[in-house]
């Protein structure tokens, strides 16, 4: 059975772009530091290679790993596939967590595109809508 190895992205600015999805799942930044650069130099990478690369790892190998690779173009429409968010537990509503983790992901750049609150069946749906800083929607639920 497969198991999931990267979430990628195409971007722009693909550090930017890994470091933005970083902070949000509190990863720290990883950037072509010594001795990381040396040892990518020295398997045939160009510095040139990596300027078109990002990466947002989790440390413990427990969140995803998502990799961000130089996009040929610009982006024209919605993603065919996008992330699903969950707000952290803790104090308050459901609601008032949401909004808390809302303006948390817009402080770091994200943008919000719409607020839904519907019935889908009998369930009930509240979730925002958002993109990240070069446009790849994504939802906290």
Known sequence: MATLGNITFYADDPRRLSHFWADVFGYPHVDWDEPLRSRLLASG?????????????????????????????AKRTRNRVHLDLRPPDGDGSRRERLD??????????????RFIDQ?????????????????NEFCLE
């Not at 440390?59 to 690779?69: A, V």
């Not at 808390?100 to 595109?113: P, S």
Request: without cysteine.
């Open 45 to 73: 990478l160009t510095e040139a290679d990596l300027g078109t690369r990002g990466l947002a790892e989790d440390p413990d190998g427990k969140g995803p790993r998502l990799f961000f690779h130089h996009a040929d173009g």
């Open 100 to 113: 808390a983790e809302k303006d948390r992901l817009v402080a770091l750049g994200a943008t919000v595109v």
């Open 119 to 135: 019935q889908w069946g009998p369930w009930p749906e509240q979730y925002y809508q958002l993109q990240d800083p070069e446009g």
